[in-house]
């Protein structure tokens, strides 16, 4: 299939596929007689997993390492074990960030009661501080 085919199946723009490929996270697809890139089975397979790791928040930088790993089967997991620590680490410090976020903005949202005049808005009074 061509690169539009793949995107249509993939739910992935065709940059998005570019991308991934120069950035060395899909391996370089087979080309036609036109120079069209060609993919198949296995390049839809890879384009999910990398997919799936994107849906996960796992930076690019982690993704590429797990694509190597994903083709090293022999090797120990501990390193994957680390990355998806670190990256379930940097979620629960997200969520505490959040979470203090959605703190702050119901005590704003307290702090003024409705019919009053952008002057006297509580709102804008923390804000100002």
Do not use: W
């Amino acid at each position: 299939m061509k690169i539009g085919q793949l995107a249509k199946v993939s739910g992935c723009s065709i940059q998005t596929i570019r991308y991934y490929e120069k950035e060395g996270l899909l391996n370089p697809p087979s080309r036609s007689e036109g120079n069209f890139r060609l993919y198949d089975e296995k390049a839809l397979k890879e384009l999910e997993f990398v997919k799936h790791c994107r849906s996960l928040d796992i930076p690019l930088s982690d993704v590429k390492t797990l694509v190597e790993l994903k083709n090293k089967p022999g090797e120990s997991c501990s390193s994957v074990n680390n990355l998806i620590s670190n990256q379930l680490a940097l979620v629960n410090k997200r969520i505490k960030e959040m979470k203090a976020l959605k703190s702050e903005l119901q005590i704003m949202e307290k702090a003024c009661s409705k019919g009053n005049t952008v002057e006297q808005c509580g709102i804008m009074k923390s804000l100002d501080t």
